[in-house]
Structures are given as structure tokens and as C-alpha cells.
């Protein structure tokens, strides 16, 4: 993409067109309304082609990833067509979320994360973990590779997070202040270890952990505010949350929309792009009409994250 493609839109429509495609141009309307430098997206998908594929086949088939709902993928590109759109939107730092699915893929994947991060700008480096021995070496060696932010999939790993089996690497990961983005709610559909409970016992051994609980905890909202209100440095994402598809599925409830407020230095702008039903902004527009004011969404799109990532 040649430098021209990167000017920002001019909000009031005084500067001459720039030539970003129309969807980008209302992410970036968004943004410089509110006076950011861009957006931080802790929730984006990276992950080697092949197992891309796999995912998008998953969701094509409708399989218990989306509890059998008809799930259209919007951005169906390649790699390199996918990061440049994420440029194109203003999204200064993106993450590659990838988990395995079982033992003994999450090296390989990690392996993978360490050579995206470093040959794609804007990449906050993003490895993984299951339960299996020799978890706390490969997470110990991720970290020293310059890994900035975990994820986990206790739904698709079918794994209990409190198992002792990752007690060691959570407690490494806690010490070294590193982010883990963690799908646990039972959205959208549930596993045997989804729920608020085996994260609270993961939270009891390691009150320090740094979990950002991936779409809001999507459906027990409620349940992961309360455990972010009780720990200080647990976070959430807002994944998926407040969108039609989502609300029309999983409503936030509007009585807990003042918990949410209340925790405005602790939620953190995530998309799922490029697996989403929907285009990018709807994301951004959804959390708009909360109404809870510019100065969250500043926070949320990106203060946050910035500051969670030193950026
Ligand atoms: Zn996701």
C-alpha cells in the first residue's frame, strides 16, 4: 500500500479525499473524532494458514465454535491483504490471537506467533498455552522471545484453567505482568470448563494475573464484572460484546451497564477481526451508542491498551 492510502480522513470533510476505501474511512472518522492516534485492538486473529482455514471451516459448518449459528466471515482475504486493512483502518497495535485445540501444538504455534510479530508492523507478539507437561518451559522460552500478550481458549482447548498442570506458567506469566487474553465465558456456546467458577479459582492461586476476559465474558457478563471489581488486574475485552449479532443472542444486561463505566481503565477495545459476521466499524459503533461517553471510549479504543503495552 503506497503512503497516501495511510492519511487519516479528515473528519469535517474540509481536507481533499484521500483515497482509503469508504469502510476505512468511518474507522477513521471514529477515532479522530475523539482526538486518538488510532485504535488498539487486543482481540485480532493471526495464525498460520493452514489452521486459519480449519477455523474458517469451522464456522462455515457451523460447528459448536458458534453454537450452529449461520456465521458469514466479513474478511475472508489473505494475510497480507488482512494486516494492510488493519493499517488502513488506524489500528496502531494488533494482537495474533492462536490456541491450540489440543497437546502438543502450542510450541509450533508459538514458533509461528515469534516470525508474524517480527516481520509485521504493529504486532504485539502473541503466543499461547494448553495443560501438558512441559507447558512452563515453552511458556518461559515465549517470554524470553519477546511474547506481549497470551491467549487461551478454555472452550476450544476443553481444558479447566485451574488445572494444576498450568499452575506454574500462570504464576510466571502473573510475575512477569504479561496480558492473557482469555475466552471463558460459555458464549456462544458453552464447554465443560466455560464459566466465571474455574477462573475464580485460577484468580484465588494467582490474584495477580493479568486475564483480560475475551468478549466481556459473554453470557455471564455479570459473573466476570464481578471478578474484575474484585481483582485489580484482571481486565476484559470487549469482543464481540454490545453488536447486533451478539445482543441479539447474548444481551449485555442494561443494569450492569454502571459496572462497566465503573471499570473504564480496565476494558479494552477487542474486534475478532478477521472471523466477525459483520464489517469492523459495526464493532466501534457498538460501543458508541452505550453512551457512556467519549471519555471511555477513548480509554476502551485505546488509552488502555497503550498504556497496558507501553506504546
Ligand atoms: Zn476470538
Same mark, same amino acid.
Given at each position: ?8 480522513? *479528515?473528519?469535517? #470533510? ?10 476505512? #474511512? ?7 473524532? !475523539? ?11 493471526? $495464525? ?9 471451516? &469451522? ?25 494492510? !486493512? ?13 490456541? @491450540?485445540?489440543?497437546? #502438543?501444538? /502450542? ?7 515469534? *516470525?508474524? /510479530? ?8 502473541? /503466543?499461547?498455552?494448553?495443560? %501438558? @507437561? +512441559? ?8 517470554? %524470553? ?6 491467549? /487461551? ?7 479447566? @484453567? ?5 499452575? *506454574?506458567?500462570? #504464576? ?22 466455560? +464459566? ?23 453470557? %455471564? ?28 443472542? $447474548? ?10 463505566? +465503573? ?8 474486534? *475478532? ?6 464489517? &469492523? ?31
Amino acid at each position: 500500500m503506497d503512503d497516501q492510502r495511510m492519511e487519516p480522513v *479528515d473528519p469535517r #470533510g474540509t481536507a481533499a479525499p484521500t483515497p482509503v476505501g469508504e469502510e476505512a #474511512g468511518e474507522v477513521r472518522r471514529f477515532w479522530n473524532r !475523539l482526538g486518538l492516534p488510532g485504535l488498539v485492538d487486543v482481540h485480532t486473529h493471526f $495464525m498460520p494458514e493452514r489452521v486459519l482455514r480449519k477455523v474458517w471451516a &469451522y464456522f462455515d459448518a457451523l460447528g459448536p465454535l458458534t453454537g450452529g449459528l449461520e456465521w458469514p466471515i466479513t474478511y475472508r482475504n489473505e494475510e497480507a491483504e488482512r494486516t494492510a !486493512l488493519l493499517r488502513e483502518f488506524g489500528v496502531r497495535a494488533f494482537t495474533a490471537m492462536l490456541y @491450540p485445540h489440543k497437546p #502438543g501444538m /502450542a510450541r509450533w504455534l508459538n514458533d509461528w506467533a515469534t *516470525d508474524f /510479530a517480527r516481520r509485521t508492523p504493529g504486532c504485539l507478539h502473541t /503466543a499461547t498455552l494448553h495443560p %501438558e @507437561p +512441559g507447558v512452563e518451559t515453552y511458556v518461559r522460552e515465549a517470554v %524470553e522471545a519477546g511474547a506481549r500478550v497470551f491467549k /487461551a481458549h478454555v472452550q476450544v482447548g476443553a481444558y479447566d @484453567p485451574a488445572d494444576e498442570l498450568l499452575d *506454574d506458567a500462570w #504464576g510466571l506469566l502473573a510475575e512477569a505482568g504479561i496480558p492473557v487474553v482469555i475466552h471463558c465465558g460459555s458464549g456462544p456456546a458453552p464447554g465443560k470448563h466455560t +464459566g466465571p467458577e474455574p477462573i475464580a479459582r485460577v484468580l484465588a492461586r494467582h490474584p495477580r494475573l493479568r486475564l483480560v476476559v475475551a468478549h466481556l465474558g459473554m453470557p %455471564e457478563y455479570e459473573e466476570f464484572l464481578t471478578l474484575a471489581e474484585r481483582y485489580g488486574e484482571v481486565r476484559l475485552d470487549t469482543t464481540m460484546a454490545f453488536t447486533d449479532f451478539a445482543e441479539e443472542l $447474548m444481551p449485555f444486561p442494561r443494569r450492569a451497564l454502571p459496572r462497566l463505566a +465503573g471499570l473504564g481503565d480496565r476494558v479494552l477495545l477487542g474486534s *475478532d477481526f478477521p472471523n466477525i459476521p459483520y464489517p &469492523y466499524v459495526h464493532q466501534l459503533q457498538a460501543l458508541e451508542r452505550l453512551d457512556l461517553g467519549d471519555e471511555w471510549l477513548r480509554a476502551v479504543c485505546h488509552d488502555n491498551a497503550a498504556e497496558l503495552f507501553a506504546l
